[in-house]
């Protein structure tokens, strides 16, 4: 006997008051920043040729006697901003609401990219006493300037800001030099490009204000087939930008730096130097950053675009790359070529005709000092997002990305020689992954078991964001101009009353939209020339819409908001076929993201504490129970709190909590006298007394992972929490 279910669970409704909470309040978080962004931080105008128009700024400085805006080095900011509104975009237009205002700032943006690469070489010639001239046929190269906030910019727009002064690459506290651009603003700017590629398609722009100044940047982009009329191609617009970045780093005429020929280098054309910083003159581009920048090109321009090889060759370079991403280090013993500023034995190791073995000991230049090395040692960053954006492993490079989040580790050092021990974690790496690679959801689907665990810790790190804004004195976690660029300064500006501009807050919260909950939005249709499989086998998905036969004995289609049966759907023989609608086990629902008008006053919602459903939980901690050395399971148990724990009576605040061994403790209206840490055994690992603090930072990493009892002494009251060190 054939049989059908049809089962219509409406669950989401009975759970979202509480589940949705979360949501709804780091919803109106975002739009709060968003507001905040617009009238501090940016002047959006649609004269866009007007330098300093349209380009974010990444913090304010309210201390000291001459308190001032600073637009930063640039690696953050139109890197951060592109990519916050082309997820935006793709968001409001799938959730079918109002994205006219976002589509206006993107459209703005990028001709601010245009803008930059039009009148650099202008500018610099300028500086350079070589002329006031324009050539549009030379100077859309992409070669530019970091920013254009310049003094008129200022003089004009100065009642926009809340301070007196401003501080850019145009204009700097030290120098009046104009600083040119670097591999590492290409490689950052190259990952907003490529969401604006992967995530925005043909939109109208003709009902958007737009004012040039000269018809230079117009007939470009009608040239290349990106602006027709009243219509822009915004991914053809993104891919040519990319493109015209790759083909910078390349150059025809051969220079040999550290003897060794290369055409890979950042060369300023107007004056003919070497870039300041980031130029290649180490040989890092020539050997592995320029093969990850080709894999760019290949991953989402389509084609490849590598005009000269780099030092050893195509195979060489690839091998090395991909051995520092997979790896994070190669071993000297294995370099055949001479890479970075090594000496070896005193003497330099060039290339020969069979290629040179380096021999041990090496010697790398560090700040200035020459340190002894047994391994390269990269910029962890760019190789990540070189691999990242360039997907240059397949599959695994998501892989490779989330494994290095979950392999953090305090003690490693980021920047070898500083003293500092934040390492790296760069969580938009592995989600940007899934924005960019993942269309389909096959990676990060709602059946894969890192799905809900993984979303539950993302979900911790925007819900503990502060609802007035990201300051120095805030949440650590969000106490840096950047934590996806920057989480080694985390608290680096502590006290200091530094207000940062929230894009890697806003980034993340919308790539973390798209990652895990892009099958919301998604229609799958099911047609009698689909795959066997989506016939045969169990399916989920956000909408369903099918009109095939149904070829194997139990199959059950599940859908977020709806599944349609057409006509040529049907079932035969003892087919026993179910289908349903009911909300998938998680916090957020895709089809939920929406604007929320700008409220001072806020909704009274607080994500600071979010409640934590326990099957997720369960989860998570059978996930990282693997993660963690086997041992007995009551001395690694995880406690069922991951949220920031408070105690009412005491206003206790612990947070992060799983820990890395690094933790902080807060006392709001009380002070700390002492802390004390027990392992399950009872015995005591860490202990600091004759304390006098509101607020301490705890450090007890050299402990191997478990759970952990935490006593803060108030006085004569104490407060014991467990934590857990992974």
Request: net charge negative; charged share 20%.
């Amino acid at each position: 006997m054939r049989k059908i279910f049809i089962t219509l669970s409406f669950n989401l409704f009975l759970i979202f008051p509480l589940l949705g909470q979360n949501q709804m309040a780091n919803l109106e978080k975002y739009w709060k920043y968003r507001q905040e962004l617009r009238d501090k931080f940016i002047v959006i105008s649609g004269n866009v040729e007007e330098p300093g128009v349209n380009i974010p700024a990444a913090d304010i400085h309210y201390y000291g006697k001459k308190p001032y805006v600073g637009w930063g080095d640039g690696n953050s900011n139109m890197s951060h901003y592109l990519s916050m509104l082309a997820t935006e975009l793709w968001l409001l237009k799938n959730n079918n609401q109002d994205y006219s205002t976002t589509l206006k700032e993107l459209y703005y943006a990028m001709l601010a990219m245009e803008r930059l690469d039009l009148y650099s070489e202008q500018n610099f010639r300028k500086q350079e006493n070589k002329g006031n001239s324009v050539n549009p046929s030379t100077d859309i190269n992409g070669f530019h300037s970091r920013d254009d906030v310049s003094q008129a910019f200022w003089d004009k727009y100065s009642s926009h800001f809340p301070v007196g002064d401003f501080v850019s690459c145009y204009k700097r506290e030290y120098s009046d030099k104009i600083y040119d651009i670097s591999q590492d603003n290409i490689y950052h700017n190259m990952e907003g490009l490529a969401l604006v590629a992967r995530l925005v398609g043909t939109e109208n722009v003709g009902s958007i204000p737009v004012t040039f100044q000269t018809n230079h940047i117009p007939n470009y982009l009608t040239s290349k087939g990106i602006k027709n009329g009243n219509t822009v191609n915004f991914s053809l617009w993104a891919k040519d930008f990319i493109k015209r970045y790759i083909k910078v780093l390349q150059n025809s005429k051969v220079r040999f730096i550290m003897g060794v020929p290369t055409h890979w280098y950042l060369e300023n054309p107007v004056t003919g130097n070497l870039v300041e910083d980031g130029s290649g003159k180490d040989l890092d581009m020539a050997t592995f950053y320029g093969r990850g920048a080709i894999h760019v090109g290949n991953a989402i321009v389509g084609e490849n675009l590598g005009t000269y090889d780099g030092i050893g060759g195509e195979d060489y370079s690839k091998k090395i790359f991909k051995d520092l991403f997979e790896q994070h280090a190669v071993d000297l013993s294995d370099i055949r070529v001479l890479t970075l500023e090594v000496a070896v034995a005193g003497a330099l190791a060039l290339p020969t005709a069979g290629l040179s073995i380096v021999t041990l000991p090496a010697y790398i230049l560090i700040h200035g000092k020459w340190q002894k090395v047994d391994k390269i040692i990269t910029d962890y960053y760019k190789i990540h997002s070189l691999a990242c954006v360039g997907n240059v492993s397949g599959a695994s490079t998501f892989t490779s990305l989330y494994n290095y989040l979950l392999s953090y580790n305090p003690k490693k050092v980021c920047y070898p020689g500083t003293g500092t021990r934040h390492f790296p974690i760069y969580e938009h790496f592995p989600l940007m992954y899934l924005a960019l690679h993942d269309p389909n959801c096959e990676i990060m689907n709602m059946n894969n078991s890192l799905y809900n665990p993984s979303q539950l810790l993302y979900e911790h790190l925007l819900n503990i964001a502060p609802f007035n804004g990201c300051w120095d004195n805030g949440r650590f976690e969000w106490s840096s101009t950047s934590r996806c660029v920057w989480p080694e300064s985390l608290t680096q500006n502590n006290g200091q009353n530094i207000q940062y501009s929230g894009l890697d807050y806003m980034m993340l919260h919308n790539l973390f939209y798209i990652a895990f909950h892009k099958q919301d939005l998604k229609t799958l249709f099911i047609d009698q020339n689909s795959p066997a499989n989506l016939r045969k086998e169990n399916v989920s998905y956000g909408t369903i819409v099918t009109s095939a036969s149904i070829l194997a004995d139990n199959v059950t289609y599940a859908a977020n908001n709806g599944i349609a049966m057409r006509p040529g759907f049907s079932t035969a023989g003892k087919t026993n076929f179910s289908a349903k609608i009911q909300p998938r086990s998680g916090y957020y629902n895709g089809s939920l993201y929406k604007i929320i008008p700008f409220n001072n006053g806020g909704s009274g919602l607080k994500s600071d504490t979010p409640p934590v459903d326990l099957e997720d939980l369960e989860e998570l901690r059978a996930i990282l129970l693997d993660l963690l050395p086997p041992a007995d399971d009551e001395q690694y148990e995880l406690p069922l709190e991951l949220e920031v724990i408070a105690n009412e009576e005491t206003n206790i605040a612990i947070f992060p909590n799983p820990t890395d061994g690094v933790f902080r403790i807060q006392a709001n209206g009380g002070i700390i006298n002492a802390v004390e840490i027990k392992n399950v055994q009872g015995i005591t690992v860490f202990k600091e007394e004759n304390l006098s603090e509101n607020e301490t930072v705890v450090d007890f990493s050299t402990q191997p992972p478990g759970a952990y009892l935490v006593t803060v002494m108030q006085g004569k009251n104490a407060r014991t929490v467990k934590i857990v060190k992974y």
